[in-house]
């Protein structure tokens, strides 16, 4: 980050023009000032002033600040490329979404705001400094980009120690951290395989990996008081493996930013003790050796880089190391990155789960057949890669029958990545409460992590057992999924003992909320924490807050409702979800909650059509199409329910409420046929139940 002088903007400021979704945008300087003429906040043309450049290649932003301490990004950015690569031009980043002031994407919304998206990485010794009361911003930093301290620390001892004369130093250099995970360790390659090995272990917590992971992570800020060296969980939320941002192996995908962090924890790399600056110079930000010769310090070219190894005689230029085994993916238009992964191409699991793989990233007029024949071919039937979890993954976010039983042995695997392990326990099906307590005393923290989110939704009742010993855990983060989890058991019900840490956990996690009040996600976990333990009120002020930050933030919307239907106020609940679906009318969960709450004000036609309107809009989510049909059935439209059933069997053949649902309703219509065979889909699906298993046999009578 930088101020916006001659030196700094790499843009065409000399009055260049942008044309984007209707509007028309200009650049031009005014008084040594750099301006824009663009579209503001309320969709009209004004011109804004350039405060500062974010980025220098392969793009740079430009920030425009507000009145209110604000400071946005603008969503036009300048291709810093060279112009034979297609650079040197104003780009948008969002080039296909026509993006206008009413969309939460525009440059003056939310999601493109400094303070919260930018600072932390981008400058350092950021204070975010939100007055909520205000809604305003009083952000600071100690210097506007990335400087020593944003790695070392605070550097006043390491000052200190500098001024004394070398003679009278001491050997600590005053830094706050030591990264010395690479002092006095070589690499060597085994006899007969030439496998690279490490001379002596990595330790548990890989402080370089932790600390570079503070930007180069998917994560949110739990607190402000980050030290260098410690587990990033101690001052932010890791975002785990999931279906929206990567494919079931792991692998990140092109339209969502995961950074390299959450890749590298899978790779046998950082499972060997490979850490960042074994390739990377950390001050420079290049390799430490150019092209693969960094994959050279350790893997033997007289077996990696063979014809018998590569397999590509002939090509021009010849594919390199990452070619195969660290695909590029592209984000903000032009920013290619590489998966840190470094897996072995995998055609045949894209057969199996539908992800990419580096093969038919170059041969894209091919199929993955075709290139899983090949390496077959050349390499053998068996594989032997690393990543082998892909399948459980896809199990799950297929909802297959045997999704269980796959993640349950990924979660229970020593050899699996502990990124992976916690995602496995994050998504059980059903809680597996064995697995989860031993995983909760792993030296993981992550693990830990995971394992209490494998909790999420079960009976408060059970939770204090299960989850109070992690109120007192080392790190900070997990104490605060804790004691959100253990929120909803009534403070009645907890031990006297105990009592203490739940208070001390609790105010850490409020503490992380108001830190975030900037965002309607923190108010709404703020509010949702407040109402499990049944401070309604002050839910209420919460939810209100998001609402007030982002009047289409669905979940605040949906949870305030939710808060009024438990007070007996549904007529306040269908208030709030009308005004929220007046800014998001295409939301399918606003639909869904509008209709519950209409069918209880007992006006059922028109709860139909908000039912009808999330199902066609989402129809990924199976118990949409669920209560569609339910409120069908219940107004006498049997047919056309059991059609809407059907049809979401097709995308969600192993949904039990759905089958279970449509068993019903064949059966009423006599229909013994379908009856018995959503019956015998439904057995498979739970082996062994006896009225299943007896109504099966009636049918077939």
Not at 231 to 250: C, N, Y
Not at 253 to 270: G, I, L, V
Not at 544 to 549: G, H, V, W
Request: aromatic fraction near 8%; include cysteine.
């Amino acid at each position: 980050m930088d101020h916006a002088t001659e030196q700094s903007v790499r843009g065409d400021f000399n009055d260049a023009s942008f044309e984007y979704a209707g509007t028309h945008s200009r650049f031009f300087r005014q008084d040594r000032k750099f301006l824009v003429e663009t579209d503001g906040p309320d969709g009209k043309l004004a011109t804004f002033e350039i405060k500062y450049t974010l980025g220098i290649e392969p793009l740079q932003q430009y920030l425009i600040e507000f009145t209110d301490g604000r400071i946005q990004a603008l969503s036009i950015a300048w291709d810093t490329r060279p112009k034979e690569q297609g650079g040197q031009r104003w780009f948008h980043l969002y080039p296909g979404d026509a993006i206008t002031s009413k969309d939460p994407l525009h440059w003056t919304k939310l999601n493109q705001n400094w303070n919260f998206m930018c600072a932390e990485c981008h400058s350092t010794g950021v204070h975010k400094n939100y007055d909520a009361a205000k809604d305003q911003f009083a952000t600071s930093f100690a210097e506007i980009s990335v400087s020593c301290e944003a790695c070392h620390g605070a550097g006043s001892r390491h000052v200190d120690w500098a001024k004394h004369k070398s003679a009278s130093r001491g050997s600590d250099p005053g830094l706050l951290v030591r990264f010395d995970e690479r002092s006095g360790v070589t690499w060597s390659s085994e006899a007969g395989t030439l496998t690279p090995r490490r001379s002596a272990p990595a330790s548990i917590l890989r402080k370089e990996v932790e600390t570079c992971g503070r930007c180069h992570a998917r994560r949110g800020q739990l607190s402000e008081d980050w030290t260098p060296g410690r587990s990033l969980l101690e001052t932010h939320q890791v975002s785990l493996l999931d279906q929206p941002r990567f494919h079931p192996d792991g692998q990140m995908r092109d339209d969502e930013e995961t950074y390299n962090y959450a890749p590298f924890k899978q790779s046998k790399m950082f499972a060997n003790g490979v850490t960042c600056s074994d390739c990377h110079d950390p001050h420079s930000a290049a390799l430490r050796v150019p092209g693969d010769g960094v994959c050279a310090q350790c893997h033997a070219p007289a077996k990696y880089e063979s014809a018998a190894h590569r397999h590509h005689e002939g090509v021009s230029p010849p594919p390199g190391c990452p070619s195969c085994h660290m695909p590029e993916r592209r984000y903000m238009v032009v920013d290619r990155r590489h998966d840190h992964g470094f897996r072995i191409p995998r055609p045949d699991l894209s057969l199996q789960t539908g992800a990419p793989n580096a093969c038919n990233d170059c041969h894209r007029d091919r199929s993955s057949g075709w290139a899983s024949q090949q390496i077959e071919a050349w390499f053998g039937s068996e594989r032997h890669s690393y990543q082998t979890y892909g399948g459980a993954f896809h199990a799950a976010w297929s909802e297959a029958v045997e999704a269980q039983a796959l993640l349950a042995a990924v979660a229970s695997s020593v050899d699996a990545p502990g990124i992976v392990r916690a995602s496995a326990l994050a998504q059980l099906p059903a809680p597996d409460l064995n697995l989860i307590r031993r995983v909760l005393s792993d030296s993981d923290p992550l693990l830990r992590l995971g394992a209490l989110d494998g909790l999420e939704g079960m009976q408060a009742d059970q939770l204090w057992t299960l989850a109070a010993a992690q109120l007192s855990d080392p790190v900070r983060g997990v104490r605060i999924r804790a004691v959100e989890l253990l929120a909803a058991v009534p403070a009645s019900d907890q031990p006297v003992a105990d009592r203490a840490k739940f208070a001390q956990a609790a105010a850490e996690f409020v503490t992380a909320q108001k830190l975030n009040a900037d965002r309607p996600e923190a108010r709404t976990a703020l509010g949702n924490f407040l109402a499990r333990q049944a401070k309604n009120i002050e839910a209420e002020t919460e939810y209100r807050a998001a609402l007030k930050l982002d009047g289409s933030f669905a979940p605040a919307a949906i949870n305030l409702s939710d808060l009024y239907r438990q007070l007996g106020h549904d007529g306040d609940g269908e208030r709030v979800l009308r005004e929220a679906l007046s800014t998001s009318a295409r939301n399918a969960a606003l639909h869904h909650a509008l209709g519950l709450t209409l069918v209880r004000l007992k006006r059922n036609d028109a709860a139909l059509d908000e039912l009808r309107q999330a199902a066609s809009l989402d129809p990924g989510h199976a118990r949409y199409a669920y209560v569609y049909a339910v409120g069908l059935h219940s107004s006498g439209r049997r047919d056309e329910a059991l059609v809407v059933l059907r049809n979401a069997l097709q995308l969600h053949p192993n949904d039990r409420e759905v089958l279970s649902a449509a068993l019903t309703l064949s059966r009423e219509k006599a229909d013994a046929v379908s009856a018995l065979d959503f019956a015998e889909r439904l057995s498979r699906l739970t082996p062994g139940n006896p009225e299943i298993e007896d109504l099966i046999k009636q049918l077939k009578r």
